[in-house]
């Protein structure tokens, strides 16, 4: 027998211990998990598997072609791979390569676990204690009774009859190669197993709604060519479930940061406040493309489900697919039938047109709209009827009019996008909402409220609906109005707060302390940044708002940031300098034809600050006729106090007071 063939892996065997003792550490091979003083420790199922290895050999060394034969056997992976999986096994033992307790680095042969381990096997493991109920349940995650197994056909044909023929099938193997629609939905079977008890599932009008973040992807590879797969993925399969009310899914943007990231799973279950985590990673050779998953409860914090799918690249689109299908099934989630209908499996797409849109989505997702633009157009030329390419090719053009001063021009592609969205998916929501902030930036307000409110009626649960509407009522001027559904946003989900946005309404009521603490702690965001100076600026915390003002300019001299830049400057009282940009600043918006009158409303404050009484006026009244009419914060605005008494001051505020009102009987 050769030396490879003498290295045990993982799952192998049937005379297998249930478990691997060390230190505080047990290995359970039964639940494929790490425990360290029977909670569980967070690794990709790929470091479990090297972990395993490892301590099934222990005290003999292990050259990096034996274990990289043994974990991959039939791929080419690179040497950094196992690299990288030792780290991690190092950063979850707490162990160090400089002072090692349980793996050593033979230098220039490999590596050899040196700490004691005792094999404990499942009858001495039952006669030891039994499994707590916040333990890990042994015979509810891939171990089932053949009664369970009976059982099981009969729930899936009454599944298949609730939402619909799906055409897949159920197995218990882990690590497989199938047709890609298969593969996918077999491997995720496992995930959620222990969500509920099948015999026991209270009525659902006494299960409250779960909450779920979906992780972006980690990259084993670390390839930047193909990073990209990492946030998008997930990104697709939270817009696939977005469509579930009984699931509060967090959206892409409050878990972007995680990208490539080593997950604490209490800390960040608690920092998003859900009640499960979705961890995975993938690796991508050529044409093939390899995921792992990992399914946690962040309250118990139970494995519930992992496995690890192969798949071939241009079958990118089952991923959302099947695994949102899955998720739903094992929630056991009580489907409408619209609801049921939405989470279907959609229509075949160009792969290379879905990649493109993948790429689109990533860069959309840093702020790279310009870049984003041309990868979703690359998308909708190749496959022009996808129509979530539509919606986020809109959305890059209302990012790029609104922020990198795009203009008219790309305000009427924006339109154009999202109509095709919609005409190729009516009541798509990512369309609709998207739509609804186009609609509030080119002065369309109350087209906007009309088509959230209907959205809502079927949508009632979706916290970035309500927060649009909340965002159109603050340019409408009712401010009360705006918090309510503001806040009802992040009743749904606490992490709107971190999604980028801020509670405007509350600056305009004069709640600066509110307002403040309404924004995301985030210190690379210029927009950000100048918002957190504009709050401070209010407050007459001068010196923390230049401060503020100045890092917004120097990360991205945009709209807002040249605002700041300005106000920066009449704190300096270098007034014939924060007149300069402004003037450019309106120079730019006059010619490109920028909408976003909010955003214009404020060249208006910082001319009136600055003295410029004129060409305050003259701002002032683009921003009202451009669809910024909040009367009542016109009305008591304190950057506006040197036009107070002005004729065409009160004339501007006449009109806006006149559609506010009109605003109001109308919709309230």
């Given at each position: 027998m050769s030396t490879t063939?003498?290295?045990?892996?993982?799952?192998?065997?049937?005379?297998?211990?249930?478990?691997?003792?060390?230190?505080?550490?047990?290995?359970?091979?039964?639940?494929?998990?790490?425990?360290?003083?029977?909670?569980?420790?967070?690794?990709?199922?790929?470091?479990?598997?090297?972990?395993?290895?490892?301590?099934?050999?222990?005290?003999?060394?292990?050259?990096?072609?034996?274990?990289?034969?043994?974990?991959?056997?039939?791929?080419?992976?690179?040497?950094?791979?196992?690299?990288?999986?030792?780290?991690?096994?190092?950063?979850?033992?707490?162990?160090?390569?400089?002072?090692?307790?349980?793996?050593?680095?033979?230098?220039?042969?490999?590596?050899?676990?040196?700490?004691?381990?005792?094999?404990?096997?499942?009858?001495?493991?039952?006669?030891?204690?039994?499994?707590?109920?916040?333990?890990?349940?042994?015979?509810?995650?891939?171990?089932?009774?053949?009664?369970?197994?009976?059982?099981?056909?009969?729930?899936?044909?009454?599944?298949?009859?609730?939402?619909?023929?799906?055409?897949?099938?159920?197995?218990?193997?882990?690590?497989?190669?199938?047709?890609?629609?298969?593969?996918?939905?077999?491997?995720?079977?496992?995930?959620?197993?222990?969500?509920?008890?099948?015999?026991?599932?209270?009525?659902?009008?006494?299960?409250?709604?779960?909450?779920?973040?979906?992780?972006?992807?980690?990259?084993?590879?670390?390839?930047?060519?193909?990073?990209?797969?990492?946030?998008?993925?997930?990104?697709?399969?939270?817009?696939?479930?977005?469509?579930?009310?009984?699931?509060?899914?967090?959206?892409?943007?409050?878990?972007?940061?995680?990208?490539?990231?080593?997950?604490?799973?209490?800390?960040?279950?608690?920092?998003?406040?859900?009640?499960?985590?979705?961890?995975?990673?993938?690796?991508?050779?050529?044409?093939?493309?390899?995921?792992?998953?990992?399914?946690?409860?962040?309250?118990?914090?139970?494995?519930?489900?992992?496995?690890?799918?192969?798949?071939?690249?241009?079958?990118?689109?089952?991923?959302?697919?099947?695994?949102?299908?899955?998720?739903?099934?094992?929630?056991?989630?009580?489907?409408?039938?619209?609801?049921?209908?939405?989470?279907?499996?959609?229509?075949?797409?160009?792969?290379?047109?879905?990649?493109?849109?993948?790429?689109?989505?990533?860069?959309?997702?840093?702020?790279?709209?310009?870049?984003?633009?041309?990868?979703?157009?690359?998308?909708?030329?190749?496959d022009a009827n996808y129509a979530p390419a539509w919606a986020y090719l809109g959305a890059s053009y209302t990012s790029d009019a609104a922020f990198e001063f795009g203009g008219r021009e790309q305000y009427r592609r924006a339109q154009a996008a999202y109509e095709r969205a919609l005409t190729l998916q009516p009541s798509q929501l990512e369309a609709e909402i998207f739509l609804a902030n186009n609609l509030v930036d080119t002065g369309k307000v109350e087209q906007a409220v009309l088509l959230l409110r209907d959205a809502l009626k079927t949508n009632p649960n979706h916290s970035d609906l309500h927060w649009e509407l909340g965002y159109a009522y603050r340019f409408a001027g009712m401010l009360t109005e705006s918090v309510a559904e503001c806040e009802t946003a992040r009743r749904i989900d606490p992490q709107v707060k971190a999604n980028g946005s801020m509670l405007n309404a509350y600056l305009y009521l004069g709640q600066y302390d509110n307002f403040l603490g309404s924004l995301p702690d985030v210190n690379d965001s210029s927009f950000l940044l100048f918002y957190r100076g504009f709050g401070e600026f209010h407050k007459k915390d001068l010196e923390r708002a230049a401060e503020d003002f100045q890092r917004a300019y120097e990360t991205d001299p945009s709209l807002y940031a040249m605002v700041g830049e300005a106000l920066r400057d009449s704190i300096a009282h270098r007034t014939a300098d924060g007149l300069e940009i402004l003037h450019r600043a309106e120079q730019k918006i006059t010619q490109r034809g920028v909408g976003d009158p909010e955003g214009v409303y404020k060249i208006a404050q910082a001319y009136s600050v600055l003295g410029d009484k004129v060409a305050a006026l003259r701002v002032l009244r683009r921003s009202v006729d451009g669809g910024f009419f909040s009367y009542p914060y016109l009305e008591n605005d304190p950057l506006l106090t040197s036009l107070h008494g002005d004729p065409e001051f009160n004339e501007i505020l006449s009109l806006a007071r006149q559609r506010y009102e009109a605003f109001r009987a109308k919709f309230f």
């Open positions: 063939n003498q290295v045990q892996a993982s799952g192998r065997g049937r005379s297998l211990p249930s478990s691997y003792r060390f230190g505080p550490f047990v290995l359970d091979t039964l639940q494929h998990a790490l425990l360290k003083e029977g909670k569980p420790v967070a690794l990709t199922p790929k470091t479990y598997d090297t972990l395993l290895v490892l301590v099934q050999n222990r005290g003999r060394v292990l050259s990096k072609d034996e274990l990289m034969n043994a974990l991959w056997p039939d791929s080419f992976v690179e040497e950094a791979n196992l690299t990288q999986q030792v780290s991690m096994i190092r950063k979850a033992l707490g162990d160090s390569s400089g002072d090692p307790r349980y793996i050593h680095t033979v230098p220039g042969r490999g590596y050899r676990f040196t700490s004691e381990v005792e094999d404990w096997t499942q009858e001495k493991a039952n006669s030891e204690a039994a499994v707590s109920a916040e333990g890990i349940r042994n015979s509810d995650l891939f171990e089932r009774t053949g009664l369970e197994r009976e059982s099981s056909a009969k729930k899936q044909k009454a599944f298949l009859r609730w939402v619909g023929p799906r055409g897949q099938k159920v197995t218990q193997s882990l690590t497989f190669k199938a047709t890609a629609a298969g593969v996918l939905f077999l491997a995720f079977l496992a995930i959620g197993r222990s969500f509920y008890s099948r015999s026991s599932t209270p009525p659902l009008s006494l299960i409250a709604p779960r909450t779920l973040a979906i992780l972006p992807l980690q990259n084993l590879k670390q390839d930047p060519e193909n990073d990209f797969l990492g946030f998008s993925l997930a990104d697709a399969v939270i817009t696939k479930l977005d469509y579930v009310n009984y699931l509060t899914t967090r959206p892409s943007a409050a878990v972007e940061k995680y990208r490539n990231q080593v997950i604490d799973i209490p800390k960040v279950a608690g920092d998003l406040n859900v009640d499960t985590l979705l961890i995975g990673s993938f690796v991508r050779d050529r044409d093939d493309l390899r995921i792992t998953y990992q399914l946690v409860d962040g309250k118990s914090q139970k494995i519930l489900g992992r496995g690890t799918i192969d798949l071939k690249y241009d079958k990118l689109l089952r991923v959302q697919d099947t695994v949102a299908l899955q998720i739903v099934k094992d929630l056991e989630l009580n489907l409408s039938p619209a609801e049921a209908e939405r989470i279907k499996p959609e229509a075949p797409v160009n792969a290379l047109a879905y990649e493109y849109f993948l790429r689109g989505v990533d860069l959309h997702s840093q702020h790279r709209f310009p870049l984003a633009i041309k990868m979703l157009e690359k998308s909708t030329e190749i």
